[in-house]
């Protein structure tokens, strides 16, 4: 297929030249190779063309094929190396959380392509892909973890309908038992493919209650795969340090802040070395 798809053949370079990358001595350089950059430029424009006209049915596997790597590789793309550098902790940057974006972009590719058609060649798939593009049930107050129900306010009248945070940690609230593997990492990506445009609209604005739950997403993610372990734990730091430095004065934040600091690597800090690991249950 990507002999006949130029396109897919250059992003399959891209995914491959950034694997080697992490796998070899150089896997801290945050900035993309020569060759991952060449690649990425050449199959970005060449996909960009084929999309300009209508989709054959002969190029719809080869265009969702492209678009997922595309969504990876916009997911390992962090040119960041400590967390002063990475989102939210570093200025602010017109490019901040484009990875997001693309990632739910590619979604628009679905109804397109269709990879759940009897004749696709992801079709053995179609298990996997449904709980990635089902939302998962909405749960009651009652069944999330209190903490953050008394922080973002859930059970306050038509929560579940008006309040930005309330979808995100119902969806979160279903990932907090799961460890994050291969097998899992489809439950964990339906956090990112169901996320609300409120929502987004106050990661982008910083707001400490959706960076907070951003962390935790994160914090399950810090062994997993290695397309989406050095964003998660970078990110993950960034955000639990720009909570420490712009709202230490909001305690119940700072204690619950205690779990994703130490799954993303960081020390507790002087100021609350007395918190023990709270049970946000």
């Known amino acids: 297929m990507a002999i006949e798809h130029p396109f897919l053949m250059h992003i399959i370079q891209v995914i491959t030249a950034t694997h080697d990358r992490f796998l070899s001595d150089t896997k801290l350089d945050p900035k993309r190779s020569l060759t991952e950059a060449f690649h990425w430029s050449r199959g970005a424009a060449l996909l960009n063309q084929k999309l300009s006209y209508p989709i054959r049915p002969q190029d719809r596997d080869a265009i969702w094929a492209s678009a997922a790597m595309l969504g990876v590789a916009n997911i390992t793309s962090l040119e960041a190396s400590t967390p002063a550098e990475a989102w939210p902790l570093k200025l602010a940057d017109s490019s901040d959380l484009t990875w997001l974006y693309i990632s739910q972009g590619k979604m628009a590719l679905w109804d397109a ?90 990661l982008r604005q910083k707001d400490s209650r959706a960076l907070l739950i951003m962390a935790y997403w994160y914090g399950g993610m810090q062994q997993s795969l290695w397309w989406v372990e050095r964003r998660a734990r970078l990110e993950c730091q960034a955000i639990c340090l720009y909570l420490e430095r712009y709202h230490g004065d909001e305690r119940d934040i700072q204690k619950m802040l205690v779990l994703p600091r130490k799954q993303c690597g960081l020390e507790s800090s002087n100021t609350f070395t007395d918190i023990q690991l709270i049970n946000v249950y």
């Open 113 to 202: 392509t269709n990879p759940l058609r009897p004749d696709s060649i992801f079709h053995f798939m179609a298990d996997e892909y449904n709980v990635v593009m089902t939302e998962p049930s909405v749960l009651a107050t009652e069944q999330m973890p209190t903490a953050f129900v008394s922080l973002c306010q859930l059970d306050e009248p038509l929560a579940s309908e008006k309040n930005p945070y309330y979808s995100a940690v119902s969806i979160l609230a279903q990932l907090l038992p799961i460890e994050c593997s291969q097998a899992t990492m489809k439950s964990y990506l339906q956090f990112l493919n169901n996320m609300k445009a409120p929502f987004k609209k106050l």
